[in-house]
């Protein structure tokens, strides 16, 4: 799993399995991933990191 907002990253979301772009980020970098995670100021990544664990738990 990886998440990224910049065109950077686009290597890292397609190469990852699941990649998740956060909704704020570059076009690019959303037309790679696999889903949208909420904005960083929104502590986007802690939100799918919970709610990913709340699903195995």
């Known amino acids: 799993m990886a998440f990224g ?3 950077n990253d686009v290597e890292m979301l397609t190469w990852a399995g699941r990649g998740y772009a956060m909704t704020d980020g570059h076009p690019e970098a959303l037309a790679a991933a696999d889903a949208v995670a909420p904005p960083c100021h929104d502590d986007g990544v802690a ?3 919970e709610a990913l664990l709340a699903e195995t738990s």
């Open 5 to 7: 907002d910049m065109p």
């Open 47 to 49: 939100q799918v990191l």
